[in-house]
């Protein structure tokens, strides 16, 4: 108790500690900052409550300098990213989101790795009407960014086993027993009545301070381990017996930033605490797994305040025990599971139900039109159907879900009249495995390009594999623009993690079910010795290589080897 107290001594507090507690239930003073058309830009303590109202500030970086040049502010504008757990919206909620993106963001939605979407490009102007078009169609971004739980994930796709929906269920219950209990979001962007009575906010599990940092929760249902369970702060791995979800082991601790130079920061995977067997005590879990981070994290550097941290700091066996204190029981000893994969089922699937689902492959999660290949306005022409659903994956792809048998055929003939099932189809092996955050040109931690720039690296990789008769191995390859690991680049097979513009970090060996971090090979290194440094690598791989051995595994050898 004397290491939480000296952690967190008001004397010691980062300033974000200080404007959340300030902030009159996540008001702080929004409402000026939005009448202020002066500039495009919202205040400076503003800016960090905006986060838990589900947005961010940002700016076209590729314009910064013209801007400049003029005496112009930067060109600010916003994203606006939506709390779906288990990532699903109904064909209504599409076409209502498809015209949303139209009239008030660069028109290009973006599904994230977290199984949601967000939007960008939000002039300040634009924001209140984008979220009450939002709340028109029964969706919202309450905490979808912010110093609270994040997005729940869950296993996405419902063909993979008869008990999806029950995880889909549990990440709705835990996602609503998650929400902050102030209303500043409808008084602010709805114009609700503003509450007077603060009593009616009071938050026992949020108090007025909040969380340290950002908490993510994920729910995956073995054998796919689909949605990297084991990055996530908290993590649900279901235990199935004779069909049926006999209760969950319970892991916590995962998270993948870091920051380049700094020793004290690292990737982490969730550690197993143990198995619970019912609902009512997963919800006590993890309620209380939260309370212990609100109390123990820390408060003075965000850079050291995930629950990565606080569990390294205590030990495992001190956290447990404090969990376990406040819950009132103990953990059982975690059971045995198994994940076969990681990856999305791509085409047609069946459930249990009889029900149609098509996975296709939407790269690095943008779904826009170009002349070429014209996917937003396929996707749109199938919500205009009604028969189809849309569930999003945590690797950035769309499964159109809950098909009917009599109404796969329309669905089939839209996906060929817009090429959408040929280009899913016509990928290769790495390209439907790559994952990429959004980085440049508009996320201000940024180093260098991920989504933007992974594609055109993909297409000159693709010669080297097939080179080596690699070109359809499941290899997984992702890119952050930074060290914050967004784009889940520190448990790929291959990871790149930007450093500066043009340069990366290649690091390799991490596994292909998501069960091992990969390690750095190579820093600060352009293209032309990624490319090099890659084929020298599959070289090695197919002449060396024991039966059945993926990449990663190989790799994580070759490392071992070398040192």
């Given amino acids: 108790m004397k290491r939480k107290q000296f952690m967190n001594s008001k004397d010691n507090l980062s300033p974000v500690e200080r404007i959340k507690t300030g902030s009159n239930g996540l008001r702080g003073t929004l409402k000026e900052s939005l009448l202020d058309d002066v500039t495009g830009a919202i205040r400076e303590d503003d800016q960090t409550l905006i986060k838990f109202h589900g947005m961010y500030q940002q700016d076209d970086r590729d314009r910064r300098e013209e801007r400049v040049s003029k005496k112009l502010e930067w060109l600010y504008s916003y994203m606006i990213r939506l709390r779906l757990p288990g990532g699903f919206l109904t064909p209504e909620q599409w076409i209502g989101l498809n015209e949303i993106a139209e009239d008030h963001s660069t028109g290009t939605i973006k599904i994230t790795t977290r199984q949601t979407i967000q939007l960008h490009g939000i002039l300040k102007s634009k924001l209140k009407p984008t979220i009450q078009s939002f709340n028109l169609k029964h969706l919202d971004s309450i905490a979808a960014c912010g110093d609270v739980n994040r997005n729940v994930t869950c296993t996405a796709n419902p063909s993979e086993s008869p008990l999806h929906q029950e995880a889909y269920e549990l990440a709705g219950k835990i996602s609503e027993m998650c929400l902050p209990k102030t209303q500043s979001y409808y008084d602010i962007w709805i114009d609700d009545e503003l509450i007077v009575d603060r009593k009616a906010e009071e938050d026992p599990l949020y108090e007025d301070r909040y969380l340290p940092r950002k908490l993510k929760i994920g729910i995956a249902v073995p ?25 969950y082991n ?58 990565k941290y606080t569990i390294d700091r205590l030990g495992i066996d001190q956290y447990r025990a404090e969990v376990e204190k406040r819950t009132g029981f103990s953990f059982e000893p975690a059971r045995e599971f198994k994940f076969e994969q990681r990856k ?11 029900k149609w689902f098509y996975t296709l492959f939407v790269e690095h999660g943008r779904v826009l039109n170009t002349e070429e290949y ?6 749109l022409k199938i919500a205009q159907t009604g028969n189809a659903n849309f569930r999003f994956t945590c690797n950035q792809n769309l499964i159109l879900a809950d098909i009917h048998e009599e109404d796969k055929a329309e669905i089939e003939n839209i996906l060929q ?31 260098a ?18 080179k080596h008769g690699l070109l359809q191995d499941d ?41 091992r971090l990969n390690t750095k090979f190579k820093e600060n290194i352009d293209e032309d010795e990624i490319l090099t440094t890659l084929d020298e690598l599959f070289g090695i791989y ?22």
């Avoid at 054998?223 to 209760?247: K, M």
């Avoid at 390009?449 to 010669?463: D, G, H, M, N, W």
């Avoid at 390859?477 to 990366?504: D, K, L, Q």
Wanted: aromatic share 8%; with cysteine.
């Fill in 223 to 247: 054998p796919n381990n689909d949605v990297d369970v084991f990055i996530n702060d908290i993590a649900l791995i279901a235990i199935i017996e004779n069909n049926t979800i006999v209760g």
């Fill in 250 to 307: 319970i892991a916590a601790g995962g998270g993948l930033g870091a920051t380049h130079g700094n020793e004290a920061t690292y990737a982490r995977l969730a550690s197993i605490i143990g198995f619970v067997d019912t609902e009512e005590k997963v919800l006590k879990a993890v309620y209380e797994i939260i309370t212990v981070q609100r109390d123990f994290g820390n408060r003075s550097d965000r850079k050291l305040s995930r629950l």
């Fill in 344 to 354: 999305d089922r791509y085409g047609w699937t069946r459930n249990h139900e009889g």
């Fill in 374 to 379: 014209p996917l937003k306005a396929g996707l």
């Fill in 417 to 447: 009249e817009y090429g959408i099932s040929g280009y899913t189809d016509g990928a290769s092996a790495l390209r439907k495995n790559s994952v990429a955050c959004v980085a440049l040109n508009t996320c201000s931690l940024a180093l």
């Fill in 449 to 466: 390009e991920a989504q933007r720039y992974l594609p055109s690296l993909v297409t000159k990789i693709e010669p080297i594999l097939e």
């Fill in 475 to 515: 290899i997984t390859i992702r890119m952050t623009g930074c060290p914050n690991g967004c784009g889940r680049s520190p448990n790929a097979e291959i990871g790149f993690v930007g450093t500066a513009y043009g340069r990366y970090n290649l690091h390799i060996g991490g596994d292909r079910l998501g069960m």
């Fill in 542 to 563: 197919i002449q060396k290589r024991l039966t059945e051995e993926t990449f990663g595994d190989f790799s994580y050898r070759y490392l071992q080897n070398l040192n």
